[in-house]
């Protein structure tokens, strides 16, 4: 049955990410997104409900998904957040869907020490240079400010899927697949 469904998901082109976003499923999705492209230039579907996870891992896979010459179209279906977002936002608006209870939180993404307690400094500049560069990605994708987004990102800001399209975080709220271009 699970190899079914995941033959089924593969034919098509639709990718499910529920959960937390570790480094592993991070490998996997960018894996099933790389397979997919090499089997066709058609639209990629990547359904997301992300609520935490590493931003090692989210980076990765953004820049994955902007790499490929196949279309990737994201489609929010729950709690988004952190890690992600920056997945999210790695396609443009117009390819961004949300459904009618996605939400969103504006929340900085885990960035786990790789070093012992003496390279406290180097880890100090290693969070704040994650910090920057995750702002100025949420920046760049939605066009708000950077101070904005750096202030909603200290507040943890949520946003409801309408709310999300006013802030230009996703393009269009959605309740039917036939919505999705």
Do not use: C
């Not at 800001?157 to 269009?172: H, I, M, S």
């Amino acid at each position: 049955m699970q190899d079914d469904l995941a033959r089924r998901l593969f034919e098509s082109r639709t990718i499910l990410l529920n959960g937390p976003l570790t480094d592993e499923r991070s490998g996997q999705v960018s894996a099933q997104l790389l397979g997919m492209a090499s089997a066709s230039d058609a639209p990629i579907t990547v359904t997301l409900t992300v609520p935490r996870g590493s931003a090692d891992a989210a980076l990765s896979l953004h820049d994955v998904v902007r790499f490929l010459k196949a279309p990737v179209r994201m489609i929010a279906t729950g709690r988004t957040a952190g890690p992600g977002v920056l997945l999210y936002v790695a396609v443009p608006v117009e390819r961004r869907y949300a459904l009618p209870h996605a939400r969103f939180g504006l929340t900085l993404p885990n960035a786990a020490p790789r070093s012992g307690a003496a390279d406290v400094p180097t880890e100090a500049r290693e969070v704040a240079a994650l910090r920057d560069r995750v702002t100025q990605v949420l920046a760049e994708q939605t066009g708000q400010p950077e101070d904005r987004i750096a202030a909603d990102l200290r507040q943890q800001t949520w946003l409801d899927a309408e709310a999300a399209v006013a802030y230009g975080l996703a393009g269009r709220v959605v309740q039917h697949i036939q919505e999705v271009d």
